[in-house]
């Protein structure tokens, strides 16, 4: 049985979050939206009764185009570079930990492909009894930007109510017995992030399908149903200071991964890396048995794509989700999508997250990213790249990815999807002062300027070079801050 997660649920669940935990501490939750900028130019006009079919006059009077300062004819003039700097920065931020949280601070940094990006992300930091939950959330949407901007405001709020609900429950058993307030296990905190991601999906589902049924409004139904007709990925990760877990809980094709501190063979500091979720995508083979399993006598993977789409889990994407019935009457009434061949039994894609925990030790840090990342990165790249930013003072520098200080050595391949459709070698520069800003350049080119230079420089085909990239780079106390 689903919990009903309407707007007005919305607000009463942080109302009610807020309240449990504000009574004693308060509460920061910080969520990050930006602005959208279009470039481009006015068409030319030929003159026809020019003798020379090549040439091009300029019309004595020339009606202005109202869109020519979206669209100037400047913008692609092969002198014109663009400031590739100021394109990573763009949407870069550095966030200082409250003392205690466990957590020194934690950097973003994202770059845009799609118009608007598909990307999304939130963070809160909780003070509660017992010391600080710190939560962070990566969402990389896809037919749209609607879901993840729609996750960015309303999936931590609902795993915030209800995590209050599972530590209540054990802080209330505690009291009773007469023992030391005790936190939930692993287990517990799994079955919370299930169960919640299950019924903020069904609501985006099925709720808002029977809102729109009550109406016959197709404005009304084409807004309601927006964030149910796109998808999004989902990563979060919880931190708990007092019991020094954290919990990762993914749906999709993100990625998480930790960086842990160690000695290499001639005794300097090098990072071992720590994976902390799996790919959910139509080559991961336990999610092509699972869904041939759920639908027997079905191909519902064919090229690696679960009936066209690439992952196997995600939030909304109600093209796989709901009944054919319902999308030809959604098609029929209210300006829907045809049902895609080769759907019979659906639903196909779950928002059911799989979820690791790991507990903390000083000086470790987590890395956070959208599939654009990974795309261009190993994650033996990752953590030697953040390692190196975290470790070397030297402001300008230049690594090959064999030199990063990463165990174990030797996984650093240049045939990666991106890279090799590049046809361009990975060498890595370190110049940024924010650490999400350091991967995502590296992912984007590294010491190769031109190279970045001609990324960005891609307009209507970019999509098919870079994707939209989303990074999170959050350092836990070292010993002496921890102690």
């Known amino acids: 049985m689903h919990r ?144 993840s901007a729609w996750l960015r405001e309303n999936l931590i709020v609902a795993v915030v109510s209800s995590l209050v609900d599972v530590y209540d429950r054990f802080h209330r058993e505690a009291l009773d017995e007469g023992v030391t307030m005790t936190t939930p296990g692993p287990k517990d905190i799994e079955t919370t992030f299930k169960d919640t991601f299950k019924d903020v999906d069904h609501h985006l589902i099925h709720e808002r399908l029977q809102q729109v049924l009550l109406d016959t409004s197709r404005q009304k139904a084409v807004n309601t149903l927006a964030p149910g007709w796109a998808g999004s990925c989902a990563l979060l990760s919880f931190y708990d200071s007092h019991s020094k877990i954290l919990h990762t809980a993914i749906t999709g094709d993100s990625r998480a991964i930790l960086g842990r501190r160690v000695k290499d063979e001639d005794g300097k500091t090098s990072y071992s890396v720590h994976v902390l979720s799996t790919e959910q995508d139509g080559k991961n083979i336990s999610e092509r048995e699972r869904l041939a399993a759920e639908h027997p006598g079905e191909t519902v993977v064919k090229h690696d794509r679960v009936l066209g789409i690439a992952v196997s889990r995600a939030f909304g994407d109600g093209r796989w989700k709901w009944n054919v019935e319902e999308q030809k009457m959604l098609k029929e009434k209210y300006l829907g999508r045809s049902v895609l061949p080769g759907v019979k039994t659906p639903p196909y894609l779950t928002a059911e997250p799989e979820v690791t925990s790991i507990e903390i030790q000083p000086g470790d840090f987590l890395i956070m990213g959208t599939d654009g990342l990974w795309e261009c990165l190993t994650s033996e790249d990752a953590v030697g790249l953040v390692g190196w930013w975290k470790d070397h003072s030297l402001k300008t520098s230049v690594a090959q990815p064999d030199e990063l200080p990463v165990q174990p050595k030797g996984n650093h391949s240049n045939d990666g999807p991106r890279y090799g459709q590049w046809n361009a070698k990975k060498e890595f520069i370190k110049i940024d002062d924010n650490a999400a800003t350091h991967l995502i350049r590296n992912a984007l080119g590294g010491s190769n300027t031109d190279l970045a230079a001609a990324l960005f420089s891609l307009r209507a085909w970019s999509r098919t070079f870079r994707d939209d990239i989303t990074a999170v780079v959050v350092f836990f106390d070292d010993e002496k801050n921890a102690a």
């Open 4 to 147: 009903a997660f309407t707007q007005g649920c919305r607000r009463k669940a942080l109302v009610r979050a807020t309240g449990l935990l504000i009574g004693t501490w308060g509460l920061t939750y910080t969520v990050i939206n930006r602005p959208v900028n279009l470039d481009a130019a006015p068409p030319s006009r030929r003159d026809e009764s020019h003798n020379d079919k090549h040439s091009f006059t300029k019309p004595t009077l020339l009606t202005q185009s109202l869109v020519a300062s979206q669209k100037p004819v400047s913008s692609f003039e092969s002198s014109r570079k663009p400031i590739v700097d100021d394109k990573l920065h763009e949407f870069e931020q550095i966030h200082k930990a409250p003392p205690g949280a466990g957590i020194s601070e934690y950097h973003v940094a994202e770059t845009t492909s799609n118009k608007p990006s598909e990307d999304d992300h939130a963070e809160a930091i909780l003070p509660v009894p017992s010391g600080y939950w710190s939560l962070f959330g990566v969402y990389d949407g896809h037919a749209g930007w609607e879901t």
